[in-house]
């Protein structure tokens, strides 16, 4: 054998007398089971110890009987609760190691020392005691193999250290039975040293498969978590999305329903986001979305004592849950330091935004009683804030509640109302700014009831939109104003106001056009008004129907200027004839500077493109001058005449005619 060879041998050899520091895993699993079979090991020692040393009390001196076996049973005990000890601690690799190779040694010391005793002992005894002792000595190192079984390097050093010696002695007796003894022992240790190899090799393969195995667990883990956080984001703003929001409502709610505290639902839409996208294009609307998401978020972090959910529920709305038992003025504060974020300005290529947000909350259990009405009634708050109280926060009450009520019994009458009856018409008139003539009236519809009296067209307008009636009903209210304008002197206009659905629905203007050639009234005197948010619902199809009415003769305005998402585009890319300042600018022209200015700049507008500006809703004299000397072409309002029936025009003409002409009588004179 070539000596590289046996020394790759003799290092072979070696290492299985010691602890390898290779497998952190294996000495993990090595010293788990091996602290639970160590004090077992210990205790086949000491009451074997005990028995053979009583047996030898009347033999052999004390010193042998009781000294060394207190000594050795003593050092035993306190390794056996020492490794009782080892069971409740977590320890590092480096400390199991440290002692899985203590525990290796010691097995050197403590194999000797109870064989020298046995070999000492030995010579007192007669015949029976000294076959005790091989008895004791075979029967201790058998259980001294089969529990070290998990540190085959201790095992192996047990019988190395206590066979060896142990077939040598009991040979060297003679005694023929005590050398069948050794040699049975012999026999019966090779077996358990072969068994404690494959027995080691398939504890090691065990360990090192439960690993993988656990490695596998973790890895389909981490794949399940990963894909469980992506179907709860929004990919865009990496918010949780609208899944996670509801599952998050759900959670909240029956939470705050067994502990009986208040939780609230909020949406929040952001205003001005349309206008955003339309005009900077999508990646600019996607840049805005993120940031303002990101905003939001920071104010939900931060906020407290609240815990607030915030998610991303589409397009421009986000989600709110609001656990921790809130108040209403908790909301309030929240929803002002969201609106307070989403306003600050945005870096987007010097584009100037304008975002600012309407916030709708509910709250359990004052509002609702399952998490879906809770939302419902959080969308219905939104709905309101943002046609009454627009970038404000609204929390849903007891009014909001009768509001819906009364919606749903407005919406049940309109089905089954009769337009030409039911429905009445008023005429307000539009007055030129200087000449104090009346150039024309808006038609107005009123609808009278017989359930619920007269009832509101800002009520009535939009139900019929929702349930799908407005079309038949402009087509019958349109009829009838022409019928009423034909008897008008021949230049006294018309305003007919239009909804979305009127201009944005396929071939919605088509009955119109046939009713207003049936109608014999020119289509040169008469102006549609049109709103903001009627244009922005569907670009396109409000384009081409404006310029089918256009290409007839009839003029465009454009009514409510200020309110919806307006954007100054629209207003170039229409072909309009007026624009009408919204009545909120009007009201406090001259008490708040900022609405002064949007008047001029917005009659500066139609100045420079050539059409009329329109001020509605115009009640007092100090308000008539400043549009006056803002440049508005023409005025609409109480201060001239509210809303009147057909049969009160012809008067309200004549006593116009009269006082225009008396004052013309008196410039002249
Ligand atoms: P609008 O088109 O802006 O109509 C002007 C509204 O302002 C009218 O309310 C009118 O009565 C009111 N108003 C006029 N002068 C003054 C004033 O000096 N002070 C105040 N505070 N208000 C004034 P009304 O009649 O309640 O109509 C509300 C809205 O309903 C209208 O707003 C219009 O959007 C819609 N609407 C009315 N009739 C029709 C219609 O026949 N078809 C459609 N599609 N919508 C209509
Ligand atoms: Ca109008
Ligand atoms: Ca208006």
């Given at each position: ?262 939780v609230a639902v909020g949406i929040i839409d952001l205003d001005g ?254 102006d549609f008004e049109i709103t903001e948010t009627a244009v922005t ?92 000397r803002l440049g508005c072409n023409f005025i609409q309002g109480y ?31």
């Amino acid at each position: 054998m070539p000596v590289a060879n046996l020394n790759s041998h003799i290092a072979a050899a070696v290492r299985l007398f010691r602890v390898p520091a290779d497998n952190p895993d294996l000495m993990r699993a090595q010293f788990g089971a091996f602290s639970k079979q160590m004090p077992l090991l210990y205790f086949i020692l000491m009451s074997n110890t005990i028995a053979v040393a009583y047996t030898y009390v009347n033999l052999a001196p004390d010193w042998l009987t009781i000294i060394v076996p207190t000594v050795l049973t003593m050092l035993a005990a306190l390794r056996t609760f020492w490794w009782l000890r080892q069971r409740h601690l977590v320890r590092s690799d480096a400390d199991i190691l440290r002692n899985l190779r203590s525990t290796n040694w010691m097995t050197l010391p403590i194999g000797a020392g109870f064989t020298a005793w046995s070999f000492a002992l030995y010579p007192y005894g007669d015949p029976f005691a000294k076959s005790q002792v091989a008895f004791y000595m075979a029967v201790t190192v058998i259980g001294c193999i089969f529990s070290l079984m998990h540190l085959r390097s201790a095992a192996l050093i047990v019988t190395l250290i206590v066979d060896v010696p142990y077939v040598l002695f009991f040979w060297a007796t003679g005694e023929p039975t005590l050398r069948a003894i050794a040699i049975n022992n012999l026999l019966v240790s090779g077996a358990m040293v072969t068994v404690l190899f494959i027995y080691y090799r398939d504890f090691a393969d065990l360990v090192a498969s439960r690993k993988s195995l656990l490695a596998q667990q973790a890895a389909t883990q981490a794949l399940s978590d990963e894909n469980f956080r992506l179907a709860n984001l929004d990919s865009l703003t990496e918010l949780p999305n609208r899944r996670r929001f509801f599952a998050e409502l759900s959670s909240a709610f029956a939470d705050a329903e067994r502990r009986h505290v208040r939780v609230a639902v909020g949406i929040i839409d952001l205003d001005g986001f349309k206008p955003i996208n339309d005009n900077y294009g999508h990646s600019v609307g996607d840049r805005v979305l993120i940031e303002a998401g990101q905003r939001i978020r920071e104010v939900c972090e931060g906020f407290g004592p609240q815990r607030v959910e915030f998610a991303r529920l589409g397009g421009d709305e986000f989600g709110l849950v609001v656990c921790g038992d809130p108040e209403d003025m908790d909301l309030m504060r929240l929803g002002e330091r969201i609106g307070d974020q989403v306003k600050l300005p945005y870096q987007l290529d010097n584009a100037h935004t304008g975002l600012s947000c309407s916030i709708g909350f509910a709250l359990f259990p004052d509002s609702a009683t399952t998490p879906e009405t809770l939302y419902e009634c959080a969308d219905y708050s939104l709905y309101h804030a943002k046609r009454h109280l627009r970038g404000r926060t609204v929390i849903f009450s007891g009014e909001l509640e009768a509001e819906i009520r009364s919606r749903g019994v407005i919406e049940t009458l309109l089905r089954t109302a009769d337009f030409d009856t039911e429905m009445d018409l008023v005429f307000q008139p539009i007055v030129e700014a200087v000449s104090e003539h009346t150039a024309g009236f808006e038609v107005l519809a009123r609808w009278r009831s017989s359930r619920l009296g007269l009832v509101s067209p800002a009520d009535f307008i939009p139900a019929a939109e929702r349930i799908g009636l407005i079309r038949p009903l402009t087509q019958s209210l349109l009829g009838r104003a022409l019928a009423t304008a034909r008897t008008w002197p021949d230049d006294i206009r018309l305003s007919f106001n239009l909804s979305a659905h009127d201009v944005c629905a396929a071939g919605g203007i088509l009955p119109l056009i046939s009713i207003i050639e049936k109608s014999g009234v020119p289509p040169r005197r008469i102006d549609f008004e049109i709103t903001e948010t009627a244009v922005t619902f569907d670009f396109a199809r409000a384009q081409e129907s404006i310029a089918t009415l256009k290409a007839m003769g009839c003029g465009i305005s454009l009514d409510d200027f200020g309110t919806g998402y307006s954007s100054l585009s629209h207003v170039h890319r229409l072909p309009l004839d007026k624009i009408k300042v919204d009545r909120s600018f009007v009201a406090d022209i001259n008490d708040n500077p900022v609405s002064h200015k949007i008047i001029k700049s917005l009659a500066g507008l139609c100045d420079d493109m050539e059409i009329a500006c329109v001020a509605e809703g115009v009640e007092t004299r100090a308000q008539l001058d400043s549009l006056r000397r803002l440049g508005c072409n023409f005025i609409q309002g109480y201060y001239f005449a509210k809303p009147m029936p057909a049969s009160a025009i012809g008067d309200y003409l004549a006593k116009e005619r009269q006082r225009l002409d008396g004052a013309g009588a008196k410039v002249v004179a």
